[in-house]
């Protein structure tokens, strides 16, 4: 007969984890947040330059060029889908943007009439509103980026077509039509307002470029929507698994057509903040950096199966990208490297998710 007793059976090995798969540990980006301070560390070594305040700002305007089309895309990804047509809608958003702007502040041209007229002594008198014309031709880019991303997510939710299939053909279409509106030629931000629009894009704010700064507060709002808000509990539902969201009541297909206007809005965003920085949009700008985008969220702990990701991850992702191309850029090292690295980087970020899921199994 077994006898009780008084004493409680302590199980101190329920429920407990080893403390290299807790808290920051127990994610790819915490892995790749430690890889970034190394590198930092040991660039600091390598080289003199490299915590001088001028080249931390390169750094930090650099890696803003592709971190707010990271968050967007971040989105997709969660998901489970995908956006190959990041790179050429950045061009298509500047082209509009600055191409609205020149035509807007030219007298003779059709819509012109609206902000520009010749006065009774035959100057030029331009709308009384400063800032009225960027705002404007802004607001033609980021438009149509959303149309460009609702005709992607209403082929993918609706259509049922394939995320890589469908953004791929998105990606020559708009490249194709950012060629067609400018004749193969670079478009240039013009007229009265186009200061304000170089200082939006890339001026400093007490020593911080704006990019930086734009990037800062959207990362906020991404982070307050997808862990505080129910659509962002909804990305996640549909990425870890589409069918049982469906069964409880998750709107897929809304939220799946909203998740890629974000990421086209975010791609068009990017591409005017670009345009700033170059001083013009020229038709091959941003080629290929739907791959720069992809690859910093997949770095930065984004699954392509979806249901994990977040600013965070996106952010060091594309701070580690950049310090790696900084990095060898101070080594004088041949600027064909920085590529393949990039894939080196992207296979040993899924390699170590791997082996970090199977340790947790």
Known sequence: MTQLTDHPVSFGNVGKTRWWHRGLFASQTGYVLIALIALIIIMNFASPYFFTEGNLQNVAKNFSFIAIATLGITFVIITGGIDLSVG???CFA????????????TPGEPL??????LGSDGKTVVANVPGLILLVSVLCGLVVSLIVGLINGLCV??????????TLGMLSIVRGLAYVISNGRGSF???????????????????????????????LIMALVLHHMRFGRHVFAIGGNEKAAELTGVAVTRVKIAVYVIGALAAGLQGIIISGWLGSAPANMATSYELNVIAAAVIGGANLAGGIGGPLGAIVGCVLLEVIRNGLVLAQVNSYWQQTLVGVIIIAAVLVDRIRARMLA
């Open 88 to 90: 050429s809608l950045m």
């Open 94 to 105: 500047a082209m509009v943007t600055s191409m609205v702007m020149t035509a807007l502040s």
């Open 112 to 117: 012109s009439q609206l902000f520009v007229h």
């Open 157 to 166: 939710a609706v259509l049922g077509l394939s995320p890589f299939v469908t």
């Open 189 to 219: 931000p013009g007229g009265p307002d186009a200061d304000y629009f170089y200082a939006l894009t890339s001026g400093d704010v007490y020593g911080l470029p704006a990019p930086f700064i734009y990037l800062v507060v959207l990362a």
